[in-house]
């Protein structure tokens, strides 16, 4: 093996022997280990890594061949140089020839270098004032075939224009919009949006005389991007600018920007269903990425502006009101998931102002007709999930009973999710809320404890949501008193695997549940809609609301680990975690490999065991334990010795069979 100073002497010759007959082909070998051997030791001198790059660069026009093994070497070479190094190389680098999409074999390491220049608002400042460069990095990232390029130059585009933005911090109406910016001159934004050349380009790329899969292409990835740019400067974006441009593009210049382009006047999604569904999936990015505050409360600026357009409405209506007769049949097949994503993520989102939204009875009504499945269809995996996943995005308390949704059962959608005759969608559901947000479970009980004291006003919102958890799995449990009993009866089947793992999720998520105490003063009524999430009932009206018949605990527990402390619950839950797993040995039917399975639902009761430990630790370490957890404790602990299969001799293995 050469020395790397002989490497350096037989690459620099053999480079400067094609350069005088560019028809010679490339060494690949040769290159191929200089990238491996070569950047440690020219990285240690700059000069001769210079001198290789200025050789790199006077070939590079010249050459007849694939460039593709001298570009594997030209990225490593330029890791060590800045933005400035590279502006310092001669000949001068061709940045624009680099950036074309028929230089394929160059653009990735033509980005690479472009990107170097957001580490200095200087760097930034030159680069805004090479107009051809910027031209060419929107018209690569646009128009380039390559995807992989695609979105290497639309993360250098992001990457370049962030570090141009200056920061901003707001917070208004409980929305945060905080953002932390390296503070630029905004020269990139202005070189691109109002330099009527590169700006048109934007246009341009989605322009009907060019070919459907161009503009696709194009399309695409504007709908990708735009959020990200939204959320670094909203005024930029919905403002005009350029006039001409904008009306030859059927907008309104006078009140729409280039985001208005995106989401109205790009493309005709009564055209193409595929063309809609991207619009609404870029809709739900927009409002969950962009959430800077508008005038409205509670409602950021990018859900205000697509409620005056109607997008809002229409991307909802999908799935909130499938029998619109303005609905193709087709459309609804390929909307409606889309759609009830739409809806997840505007009241996940948005909570209080779902609350304060008129469609929240008819969101419910809606839940409750998908919900009212036979169960036959539940236990067959026949689920709706895309209700479920709209359910489990619900502000919890707009779960609790209501007078105006029926009685019983049917008083909330949330009980027509059945526990016994089920599937694997609908226990995660349950998980979901019963946990309550995950911001709520970094908080002790005893840290909230003083919430009590406190009006609902003061409750934050996650508190207020962990608050309304601890209601919803009493009303829950008080209608299906059989809960535990049925999470068992589902975890013992180790043929159903999924079903299982979702047994233990919900064991899991009321374990590790920290749930604040319901205010004093009670702001719950079933006749009439929570208007915001502090619309929580007190202690006594919670238990009002349980059905008298239930034979689930009257005494309500603080937290979930407590829940489970209570009987009949605990007769029922800790002796079956404290069995060992089941075995494959005895698996008959069921889907997948017997082995495997069983080991995956030994592991999933191992984790619930593992974390219903730690919680009960926690308890006791809180001064809130009794001899009751402190002989489950040292029983669990025995237990955690042997193992995730534990002592078979003791228990014995038995796995219950699917019943077909």
């Not at 460069?133 to 290497?152: I, M, N, R, Y």
């Not at 063309?275 to 990018?302: A, G, M, R, W």
């Not at 609790?400 to 027509?416: D, E, I, W, Y």
Request: hydrophobic share 40%; with cysteine.
């Amino acid at each position: 093996m050469p020395s790397s100073s002989d490497l350096l002497a037989t690459l620099q010759q053999h480079l400067q022997d094609v350069h005088t007959d560019p028809s010679r082909p490339l060494d690949e070998k040769l290159l191929d280990e200089c990238v491996v051997f070569l950047p440690p030791t020219v990285k240690q001198n700059p000069s001769e890594n210079h001198l290789l790059m200025s050789q790199i660069s006077r070939l590079s026009p010249k050459l007849r061949q694939d460039p593709s093994a001298l570009v594997r070497l030209l990225e490593k070479l330029v890791q060590p140089f800045s933005f400035e190094d590279v502006l310092a190389i001669e000949p001068p680098v061709d940045f624009a020839g680099g950036l074309a999409v028929e230089a394929l074999p160059y653009n990735r390491v033509m980005l690479q270098l472009l990107k170097k220049a957001s580490a200095s608002t200087s760097d930034l400042d030159t680069l805004a004032n090479l107009q051809p460069v910027v031209k060419a990095l929107v018209q690569l990232w646009l128009s380039t075939p390559d995807v992989g390029v695609a979105d290497e130059a639309s993360s250098v585009l992001l990457a370049l224009l962030e570090s141009d933005k200056e920061a901003v911090d707001v917070a208004v109406h409980g929305i945060s919009a905080t953002t932390s910016f390296k503070g630029g001159h905004g020269l990139l934004w202005r070189r691109i949006f109002d330099d009527k050349d590169i700006y048109s380009v934007i246009f341009a790329s989605c322009n009907s005389n060019i070919s459907r899969k161009d503009r696709s292409l194009a399309q695409a990835r504007l709908l990708s991007v735009a959020p990200r740019l939204g959320a670094l400067d909203w005024s930029c974006l919905t403002k005009s600018h350029n006039a001409e441009i904008e009306k030859n593009s059927g907008m309104n210049p006078s009140k729409e920007g280039l985001l208005d382009f995106i989401a109205v006047h790009m493309a005709d999604y009564k055209e193409d269903v595929l063309i809609h569904l991207n619009l609404i999936q870029f809709y739900c990015d927009l409002i969950k990425t962009v959430k800077q505050p508008s005038s409205e409360k509670d409602v950021s600026v990018s859900l205000h502006l697509l409620r005056e357009r109607g997008l809002h409405q229409r991307s909802l209506s999908f799935w909130l009101l499938p029998n619109d007769p303005s609905h193709d049949p087709l459309d609804l097949t390929f909307l409606s998931g889309p759609s009830a994503q739409y809806m997840s993520t505007y009241v996940f989102e948005y909570p209080n102002a779902f609350l304060r939204d008129q469609i929240q009875p008819a969101v419910l009504q809606r839940l409750s007709r998908a919900l009212s499945i036979s169960a036959g269809q539940w236990a067959q995996g026949q689920s709706p999930k895309h209700d479920l996943n709209v359910l489990a995005s619900l502000p919890r308390v707009s779960l609790l009973p209501q007078m105006g949704m029926g009685v019983g059962l049917h008083s909330t959608p949330l009980l027509l999710v059945p526990c016994k005759n089920t599937s694997a969608d609908a226990l995660n559901t349950l998980a979901t809320i019963f946990r309550g947000p995950q911001s709520s479970l970094k908080a002790s009980s005893a840290a909230s404890s003083e919430l009590s004291v406190q009006p609902p006003s003061y409750l934050v919102e996650d508190d207020a949501e962990a608050a309304a958890a601890r209601a919803i799995f009493y009303v829950y449990h008080a209608y299906h008193d059989s809960l535990f009993s049925d999470l068992i009866d589902h975890a013992n089947i180790v043929a159903i695997p999924d079903r299982a793992l979702a047994a233990f999720n919900v064991i899991s998520s009321i374990a590790e549940a920290n749930w604040p105490p319901l205010p004093r003063e009670n702001r719950f009524s079933e006749s009439s809609p929570p208007i915001d999430l502090s619309c929580l009932p007190s202690e006594a009206k919670l238990i009002s609301l349980l059905p008298s018949v239930s034979q689930a605990p009257r005494q309500l527990a603080a937290s979930g680990i407590e829940a489970l402390l209570q009987s009949p619950i605990r007769e029922r839950v800790f002796p079956f975690l404290l069995k060992p797993a089941q075995t494959f040995t005895h698996l008959v039917g069921g889907r997948g490999d017997p082995e495997s399975n069983a080991y995956k639902v030994a592991t999933g009761k191992w984790d619930c065991l593992i974390l219903v430990q730690k919680r009960l630790a926690e308890l006791e370490g809180m001064g809130e334990g009794n001899e009751q957890t402190r002989s489950l404790l040292a029983a669990i602990a025995d237990r955690v010795q042997e193992g995730v299969w534990g002592s078979q001799s003791q228990a014995g293995g038995h796995v219950a069979s699917l019943e077909l």
